[in-house]
């Protein structure tokens, strides 16, 4: 196969053609020459200790479609509870968190508005974000295998299989090509805890925040009631112990929970959104 | 073109193929009839068959960036301030994509001058 250059985001290139004027100039004959002339100079270099023996080294086994992760999936279950959302309520140094985790429940992710009457609803809030200019979803996005949306544009990710849900951070997950095969679900977001470790984003305004969370090997939602940067946010739950977490949409997006004696609590505020492509990930009665 | 992966094997029409986009390791091929299919391939590699296998209409595909290679027989509106990119076939299809400033005043310089039509 021919070699193909490297581009980037602010580049274009005609494929099979000379680049038709859009890509980069090129270069003359000249820069050529003296680049084969310094290449062939440095090869030699390169090539003289080599009479020496090597030492052996071991195969490389990695390939380019190794995941770069070992995704574990959860889901919560107790017998003594019936499907419902618990509730509780801590403080972190001087950061309130509110901690939702469903119980007996399937998760999914569900595209368009949402019933708030539909009681076997007990968690539900909104996952993938939403461009301001055209309303499509930001990054990958399967839906009951269906894919919505390509690119990797957060590298923080949540699968949904058989009822069981995981949640990680890589470039490369082979989870969004699982989904469009199996039926399953698949979106990205900002990551936020990564192994138990803090994962910095670029500064943002200070905001209601919520996450995706692994607590103690439960799955929940913890939003904070106060304004936080992401990366305060990120630290704190660290500090909580969450093992993996990626945030969902948050300032008042829509949300909300039922806990066991069938009440209902909000998560946000802003209940009118209406665009095609909203979407919320939904925890539903088993 | 045939695209081939270790797993699986696909066959299409080049003039099908509206755009493909591209996640990590994976590309996905989108089509005029409206589907879909990713592939276990990344974008470099997709560009590299096109050119090999296309060696006269593969001048229809054009690489915008790292993640997005297009069909320009598809182009039908390009908004530089949105940075908005939309592929149509003028009835069924439409698409609208995003690109960086630049790599679009590029392509619409292209397009302007009609080279490689």
Not at chain 1, 7 to 36: C, M, S
Not at chain 1, 99 to 114: D, V, W
Not at chain 1, 210 to 215: F, K, N, S, T, V
Not at chain 2, 38 to 43: A, D, I, K, R, S
Request: with cysteine; glycine share 8%; proline share 3%.
């Amino acid at each position: 196969m021919t070699k193909m250059s490297d581009i980037n985001d602010n580049e274009i290139r005609v494929i099979g053609g000379d680049g038709g004027g859009g890509g980069k100039k090129r270069l003359p004959w000249w820069v050529w020459l003296i680049v084969g002339v310094v290449a062939v100079a440095i090869a030699v270099v390169a090539l003289w200790p080599k009479q020496q023996p090597e030492e052996p080294t071991a195969p490389d086994t990695t390939t380019a479609t190794e995941p770069e992760t070992t995704d574990i999936w959860h889901s919560n279950t107790d017998n003594s509870l019936p499907s419902c959302t618990i509730v509780t309520d801590t403080l972190i140094d001087t950061l309130h968190l509110r901690i939702f985790t469903p119980y007996n429940a399937t998760p999914e992710l569900h595209i368009g508005r949402l019933d708030t009457a539909d009681t076997d609803i007990i968690l539900a809030a909104m996952a993938a974000d939403l461009r301001r200019d055209n309303g499509r979803i930001v990054g990958a996005f399967v839906h009951a295998g269906e894919p919505l949306s390509w690119g990797l544009s957060k590298r923080g990710y949540c699968a949904i299989f058989d009822g069981q849900i995981t949640i990680g951070v890589a470039e490369n997950s082979p989870l969004f090509e699982q989904a469009t095969e199996q039926g399953g679900y698949f979106f990205r977001q900002y990551p936020a805890v990564d192994k138990g470790v803090m994962v910095e984003n670029n500064p943002e305004n200070a905001s209601f925040r919520r996450a995706l969370c692994l607590l103690n090997g439960k799955v929940c939602i913890i939003a904070c009631t106060d304004r936080v940067l992401m990366n305060d946010f990120s630290a704190t739950l660290v500090k909580l112990g969450v093992s993996e977490a990626i945030l969902l949409v948050g300032g008042t997006a829509d949300g909300w929970c039922r806990t066991d004696d069938g009440k209902m609590i909000r998560l946000g505020s802003s209940y009118a959104q209406n665009a095609k492509y909203m979407n919320h990930i939904v925890f539903r009665k088993q | 073109m045939v695209i081939s992966t270790s797993v699986d094997l696909m066959r299409v029409a080049s003039e099908d193929i509206v755009f493909i986009s591209s996640d990590g390791n994976y590309s996905s091929f989108v089509f005029t009839y409206g589907e879909s299919r990713v592939v276990t391939m990344q974008l470099g590699q997709v560009e590299r068959l096109l050119a090999e296998q296309l060696a006269h209409s593969g001048a229809d595909f054009i690489r915008i960036g790292k993640s997005l290679i297009i069909n320009r027989n598809f182009i039908s509106y390009i908004n530089l301030p949105k940075q908005q990119l939309v592929l149509s076939d003028g009835h069924s299809s439409s698409h609208s994509l995003t690109a960086s400033k630049e790599a679009l005043k590029q392509l619409k310089e292209l397009i302007e001058k009609g080279l490689n039509k």
